[in-house]
């Protein structure tokens, strides 16, 4: 029987995976998520705003003077997602803080790189996590918020000049989720330990926002004004839904695309499919 020299191939996925091959790592990550009693309690209470906010337009659909104290207009959707941010937080402290860490102490990260699948797969199946989570807490409640609205004050959303109040909720929710898991993702790939990367995360992005607050209020140093990328997600929101401005929309969104882009350096720098050992 003849033998024919095979070289090496170049393994092809199925059609229905070459487009989404990182789909597998996030899906499992939310099925484990989804099995932690203390995570669905906490997805719960990120909710907790939602139901008081529809009694605001509630209370200001039956009594139209509420609205001199409290606002159902864009400030209302712009004050929602600012107080989201906390949440956010929250939820990608506790569901991000692992995400690479607990790949890099396994090793875990060796074997889904050893498989059909590209560096940038793995870090799209982690960040598809924290995007799916906060988009949920974020855009999804923003929307069915602006949906309320629309059912209990239509006069007020029909309007030609509040027509940009969905287009702001999906923008804000979608930097606030980008900006917020890219960052918890890159702390979580500087560290073996996911209590570390937590600590790590959560106590960077406060500890930035009372030092930003500290120059910028007491210092009276503006500069610093960009130094906390919480800060400059509200200042994003401030010009979305027309909220008090403290700092100029456009230098926080300079900022958070840094932010971004340096939390995508360090996935790039930390995720190989070798390990170094020195």
């Known amino acids: 029987?003849?033998?024919?020299?095979?070289?090496?191939?170049?393994?092809?996925a199925r059609g229905?995976?070459?487009?989404?091959?990182f789909w597998p790592i996030t899906?499992?990550?939310?099925?484990?998520?989804?099995?932690?009693?203390?995570?669905?309690?906490?997805?719960?209470?990120?909710?907790?705003?939602?139901?008081?906010?529809v009694v605001q337009l509630l209370v200001v659909s039956r009594f139209p003077d509420a609205a001199r104290v409290a606002p159902i207009d864009g400030r209302l959707?712009?004050?929602?997602?600012?107080?989201?941010?906390?949440?956010?937080?929250?939820v990608s402290t506790f569901a991000g803080a692992g995400l690479v860490a607990n790949d890099l102490r396994t090793g875990a990260i060796l074997v889904y790189l050893a498989r059909p699948l590209t560096r940038r797969d793995y870090i799209l199946?982690?960040?598809?996590?924290?995007?799916?989570?906060?988009?949920?807490?974020?855009?999804?409640p923003g929307l069915l918020l602006?949906?309320?609205?629309l059912g209990l004050a239509s006069e007020r959303y029909l309007e030609w000049g509040q027509a940009w109040i969905a287009p702001a909720?999906?923008?804000?929710?979608?930097?606030?989720?980008?900006?917020?898991?890219?960052?918890a993702l890159a702390v979580s790939s500087l560290s073996r330990s996911a209590r570390v990367a937590a600590l790590s995360f959560f106590g960077l992005v406060f500890g930035l926002q009372v030092?930003?607050?500290?120059?910028?209020?007491?210092?009276?140093?503006?500069?610093?004004?960009?130094?906390?990328?919480?800060?400059?997600?509200?200042?994003?929101?401030?010009?979305?839904?027309?909220?008090?401005?403290?700092?100029?929309?456009?230098?926080?969104?300079?900022?958070?695309?840094?932010?971004?882009?340096?939390?995508?350096l360090v996935l790039r720098a930390r995720v190989r499919a070798v390990e170094i050992v020195r």
């Open 1 to 12: 029987m003849p033998i024919y020299e095979q070289g090496y191939r170049r393994y092809e």
């Open 16 to 21: 229905a995976l070459r487009t989404l091959r």
């Open 27 to 53: 899906r499992e990550a939310l099925k484990l998520l989804a099995g932690r009693r203390a995570f669905l309690l906490l997805i719960g209470a990120s909710w907790l705003q939602f139901a008081g906010r």
């Open 77 to 90: 959707f712009g004050d929602f997602l600012n107080q989201q941010v906390f949440w956010v937080l929250l």
């Open 125 to 140: 199946g982690k960040l598809g996590v924290l995007l799916a989570l906060n988009l949920g807490i974020t855009l999804v």
């Open 146 to 149: 602006y949906a309320v609205g």
């Open 169 to 183: 909720i999906v923008l804000q929710s979608i930097a606030i989720s980008a900006a917020i898991g890219l960052l």
């Open 211 to 264: 030092v930003q607050g500290i120059l910028v209020r007491i210092v009276r140093a503006e500069w610093a004004t960009p130094l906390s990328p919480w800060a400059n997600l509200e200042a994003l929101a401030a010009r979305l839904f027309d909220l008090p401005a403290q700092a100029d929309a456009r230098v926080a969104a300079l900022a958070l695309a840094l932010v971004m882009a340096a939390s995508l």
